[in-house]
């Protein structure tokens, strides 16, 4: 519900003529960040917020902004919903890999190829579809569209992902996610050799300053994005390696964008990359989530999971040749 008397003190147009909610900044607001202050003008969840900001529909003073900008007085902000989306979700008999499920969750071994929720071009099929038919009723549980999903593998990632069952586990889980105290590891190929054993990638990520669908580095709007790697194999005579990643924040195609900007761009990735011949053949990029730990939203106990790494990702590094392991690797724990 938007608050009437929020919207008055800030000089607020509800909706102008072109669809946008515009409002402009009171001296109350001085300094509040633009998703928190929107949010609570509009009546809109925050995270639906981010989404707009993300998109690049939310302009404050005329300019694109990233959701930490704080405003100044008087700036006006102007945001530009995105349009709903109306599907029919209906539940679909697909072969789930669950590793784990109880009252309140579910865990499985995403499949590559397999799209977490429905979206234009993909109203069926989805992760959410087999989850509706083997769970039954999560309606309402994260939202109309993605009933259930805390948070999204893309679709040509494999591996490890967790779904709540009830609201009380989709809150307890999402704010882990969000306080980026969950457990990620992913393993992944990447076209190149690097000198150092491992590193650390710390570059915003926020829209592509050209091509909306897809994220970048290069962009004046980008959110904080961390990403850890180290290297587990050395393919030395086809130029490529296999890598841990543990990345501390969760943007979109982060690990992909981050590596591709380091040099190291994911084997099989058309998108941020160039795959052509042995890449080509995979038909996905080759980044696998092989670990998942959290804590138990209702019993409050620490849990894990692994998924092994899947077969076409094996018989690509089996195909790669002999490799080179590095010292502390080659020494165990």
Known sequence: MIDEEALQSNSAEVENSTG???FSVDETSVGTRVDTLLAQLSGVSRAQIR????????????DVVRASRKVALGEPIEAHPLEPIEMELRPEPIELVVLHEDEDLIVVDKPAGLVVHPAPGH????????????????AGI???LRPG???????????VLVAAKNDASHQHLSRQFAEHSIDRIYRTLVRGVPRADAGRIDRPIGRHPRDRKRMSVETKVGRDS??????????REVGASELEIRPE????????????SAGLPVVGDVVYGRARGRDAVLGRPALHAEHLGFEHPRAGERMSFDAPVPADLMELMADFGPADVPTDIRAGP
């Open 51 to 62: 989404r707009w900001i993300d998109a690049g529909r939310v302009r404050v003073s005329g």
């Open 249 to 260: 924040t969760g943007r979109t195609h982060q690990i992909r964008v981050h590596l591709s």
């Open 142 to 144: 994260g939202g109309v």
């Open 149 to 159: 999903i805390v948070h999204r593998l893309d679709r040509g990632t494999s591996g």
């Open 226 to 235: 961390i990403t850890n790697w180290r290297v587990l194999r050395r393919f």
């Open 20 to 22: 946008a909610l515009v």
């Open 123 to 138: 109203p069926n099929g989805t992760l959410v579809n087999a989850l509706l038919h083997h769970c039954g009723d999560l």
